[in-house]
């Protein structure tokens, strides 16, 4: 490393200003810090510093997604060699390089085109290439089905760097999960690429060998089209052996991540938990109303509560994305009021909208929206509280 830190020191003066490759001065910088800690300190004022700068935190957050993206490589090459009867002919290395291969692109697409768009605005703005693309560009491919075209991932990784960030004034001003309003984007600008049966199992579209009875539906599409006999156990669930998004299957491997979050001090452990009693106070609401009309013909009625922590995107959207520190609620009493309210609108959405069998998306895009709000009423409250105390210490 010290070749190396030694060789950036030698071409820094032509990326600085009046040198040669001024032009490229942001993207020299992203590289630089991405590798070495910043020799920037502050010398006056007074200011809060943690022991890790902005990088670091969302390469926690990344390195936190890890076993998320690692199984998600695998489950794509086990349900595509299952989807054509060969699966018990591969080795394990194999079904994960198929896996492997078709996830990287979509990886280095998001993260090509964001990254490219962020040093663009960064250079004509004059000011270093911002952080929160790491996190975002790793978020956006393990929400996707894996037959996502690429062109696709980088028209909807464009609209959520430009719209979702750079439009709110740049990271740390946006309003809403930048990674989330890239599917929200692709789901209605593209629905058949982001719904239905056969997206989520690479090479299933085309149909090619795929062997009799084999769908490629997720629980979610089962349960939505009342085949609850079709529905996966729960510990198939649970460790994430079904069909869906790339990273959202394994409820496993995203506990792994936000341990690391929570561990770290980085993920809101109140967000996730509020989320968590939020879904299961709404889905058990909903069991028991299937349990007193056991006529009613909605499947989401009739399955365990519990059974909604392990379905689609729940586990992973509110372990990484409703804990996302810009878009959340800030203050403590509003952490458990945002997640409990994701949690109660994502299993709401689910069971009583039919055309749209996935809520988290929407649940957290509505707590975002919401979040400011939660907010305010929170620190209003405790304005009137502490008033209070003082009239009643002045009155004594």
């Given at each position: 490393?010290?070749?190396?830190?030694?060789?950036?020191?030698?071409?820094?003066?032509?990326?600085?200003?009046?040198?040669?490759?001024?032009?490229?001065?942001?993207?020299?910088?992203?590289?630089?810090?991405?590798?070495?800690?910043?020799?920037?300190?502050?010398?006056?004022?007074?200011?809060?510093?943690?022991?890790?700068?902005?990088?670091?935190?969302?390469?926690?957050?990344?390195?936190?997604?890890?076993?998320?993206?690692?199984?998600?490589?695998?489950?794509?090459?086990?349900?595509?060699?299952?989807?054509?009867?060969?699966?018990?002919?591969?080795?394990?290395?194999?079904?994960?390089?198929?896996?492997?291969?078709?996830?990287?692109?979509?990886?280095?697409?998001?993260?090509?085109?964001?990254?490219?768009?962020?040093?663009?605005?960064?250079?004509?703005?004059?000011?270093?290439?911002?952080?929160?693309?790491?996190?975002?560009?790793?978020?956006?491919?393990?929400?996707?089905?894996?037959?996502?075209?690429?062109?696709?991932?980088?028209?909807?990784?464009?609209f959520a760097v430009i719209i979702g960030v750079e439009a709110f004034g740049g990271t740390g001003m946006n309003?809403?999960?930048?990674?989330?309003?890239?599917?929200?984007?692709?789901?209605?600008?593209?629905?058949?690429?982001?719904?239905?049966?056969?997206?989520?199992?690479?090479?299933?579209?085309?149909?090619?060998?795929?062997?009799?009875?084999?769908?490629?539906?997720?629980?979610?599409?089962?349960?939505?089209?009342?085949?609850?006999?079709?529905?996966?156990?729960?510990?198939?669930?649970?460790?994430?052996?079904?069909?869906?998004?790339?990273?959202?299957?394994?409820?496993?491997?995203?506990?792994?991540?936000?341990?690391?979050?929570?561990?770290?001090?980085?993920?809101?452990?109140?967000?996730?938990?509020?989320?968590?009693?939020?879904?299961?106070?709404?889905?058990?609401?909903?069991?028991?109303?299937?349990?007193?009309?056991?006529?009613?013909?909605?499947?989401?009625?009739?399955?365990?509560?519990?059974?909604?922590?392990?379905?689609?995107?729940?586990?992973?959207?509110?372990?990484?994305?409703?804990?996302?520190?810009?878009?959340?609620?800030?203050?403590?009493?509003?952490?458990?009021?945002?997640?409990?309210?994701?949690?109660?609108?994502?299993?709401l959405i689910r069971v009583v909208n039919p055309a749209y069998p996935e809520g988290v998306m929407l649940a957290?895009?509505?707590?975002?929206?919401?979040?400011?709000?939660?907010?305010?009423?929170?620190?209003?409250?405790?304005?009137?509280?502490?008033?209070?105390?003082?009239?009643?210490?002045?009155?004594?």
């Open positions: 490393m010290k070749g190396l830190r030694n060789y950036l020191n030698k071409i820094k003066p032509n990326f600085e200003k009046g040198g040669k490759l001024e032009k490229f001065h942001s993207l020299f910088d992203s590289v630089e810090t991405l590798l070495f800690v910043p020799n920037k300190v502050t010398y006056s004022g007074s200011h809060i510093r943690d022991a890790i700068d902005m990088k670091r935190t969302m390469i926690m957050v990344v390195l936190a997604m890890v076993p998320a993206l690692l199984f998600g490589m695998w489950n794509v090459g086990y349900h595509h060699f299952l989807s054509i009867g060969t699966y018990a002919d591969k080795s394990f290395g194999e079904v994960f390089f198929f896996g492997f291969l078709k996830v990287l692109p979509i990886i280095l697409v998001s993260y090509g085109t964001g990254l490219t768009i962020e040093i663009i605005f960064a250079q004509i703005k004059h000011h270093d290439v911002p952080e929160g693309f790491f996190v975002t560009g790793m978020l956006i491919p393990l929400i996707l089905p894996v037959n996502i075209p690429l062109w696709m991932v980088a028209l909807a990784t464009a309003i809403f999960n930048p990674a989330l309003l890239a599917r929200a984007f692709l789901f209605f600008a593209y629905p058949s690429e982001m719904s239905g049966d056969k997206v989520w199992v690479a090479g299933l579209p085309e149909g090619t060998g795929v062997v009799d009875g084999f769908s490629g539906a997720t629980p979610l599409a089962h349960l939505a089209q009342n085949e609850a006999s079709k529905l996966a156990d729960f510990s198939d669930m649970f460790f994430g052996f079904i069909p869906g998004s790339i990273g959202e299957t394994s409820v496993l491997a995203i506990l792994i991540g936000a341990f690391i979050l929570v561990f770290t001090g980085i993920g809101s452990w109140k967000i996730m938990l509020s989320g968590v009693l939020g879904a299961l106070a709404m889905g058990l609401t909903f069991q028991l109303v299937g349990i007193m009309n056991p006529s009613i013909e909605n499947a989401y009625m009739h399955i365990p509560a519990y059974y909604h922590l392990v379905m689609g995107g729940f586990a992973f959207g509110i372990v990484f994305m409703a804990t996302d520190p810009v878009s959340a609620s800030q203050t403590e009493k509003g952490k458990w009021i945002y997640g409990f309210l994701i949690g109660i609108i994502a299993v957290i895009l509505l707590g975002n929206a919401w979040a400011s709000l939660i907010d305010h009423y929170v620190i209003e409250a405790n304005i009137k509280k502490r008033l209070k105390r003082v009239k009643v210490k002045s009155t004594i």
